[in-house]
């Protein structure tokens, strides 16, 4: 199967840093990768949908300005967190859609804000 | 809009016992994708079963098994003499053809006790 890996898989930072994710698909091209936000005991939220060359695409309610996606090649998503606080401290989630609709996911990166 | 609804939000069972996870959809779309995503406490999102909206039998895998039922708008998901590795968040989510959003349910979380 499809393989998405994503980098680091644990971070610790403190207030107002920025911190990079990356997101990359290994055995595949993704034109569309997904990002997601997952709060303790909760769902996953989708914050937004990034596309290889174009502007990402944020959910409602999503700061594009805090959450930056880039989207460089066919094979790497990235989500900075720019000055983050302790309430961006989350479980953040990517995936890649592989064809017809099947996204396959990354093994998710720890964020702590301290 | 679409929702996805798991009621159970948590369920606890003795090892080999079998146990079902309940999963509601609602959707004016008659074309949608269904699926079935297990957590376990690391976090990586495994698949589990991709159903397209045409299809409604039901599957089995080894100790799993799925029940598609359009009539009353569920895909509920069965696991037979449960283990201790079976332990963990299984999310339901659905998908509209031609739509990249994934909608995820908020999830069960499977205890199976030794």
């Known amino acids: ?114 | 809009a679409q929702k996805v609804t798991q009621a159970q939000t948590e369920i606890s069972v003795v090892e080999k016992e079998d146990v079902t996870l309940d999963c509601v959809y609602e959707t004016r779309d008659t074309t949608y994708y269904l699926f079935w995503y297990k957590q376990p406490p690391s976090g990586e999102l495994v698949f589990l079963i991709r159903r397209n909206s045409f299809d409604e039998q039901n599957e089995i895998s080894g100790r799993y098994s799925w029940n598609f039922q359009k009539s009353t708008s569920s895909f509920n998901f069965t696991i037979t003499a449960s283990q201790v590795v079976d332990s963990a968040v299984y999310f339901c989510a659905l998908i509209l053809f031609g739509n990249e959003k994934l909608t995820f349910g908020t999830g069960t979380r499977l205890t199976i006790i030794p």
């Open chain 1, 1 to 114: 199967g499809a393989v998405v890996s994503q980098h680091p898989s644990r971070v610790i930072c403190k207030s107002g840093t920025s911190v990079k994710i990356e997101c990359r698909s290994l055995d595949f091209q993704a034109t569309t990768m997904f990002w997601y936000r997952q709060f303790p005991k909760q769902s996953l939220m989708l914050m937004a949908t990034s596309n290889e060359g174009s502007k990402a695409t944020y959910e409602q309610g999503v700061e594009k300005d805090k959450f930056l996606i880039n989207h460089a090649s066919l094979t790497l998503s990235t989500l900075t967190v720019t000055s983050a606080h302790p309430e961006d401290s989350s479980f953040y989630i990517c995936s890649a859609e592989w064809t017809d609709n099947e996204q396959f996911f990354g093994p998710g990166t720890r964020l702590t804000v301290l």
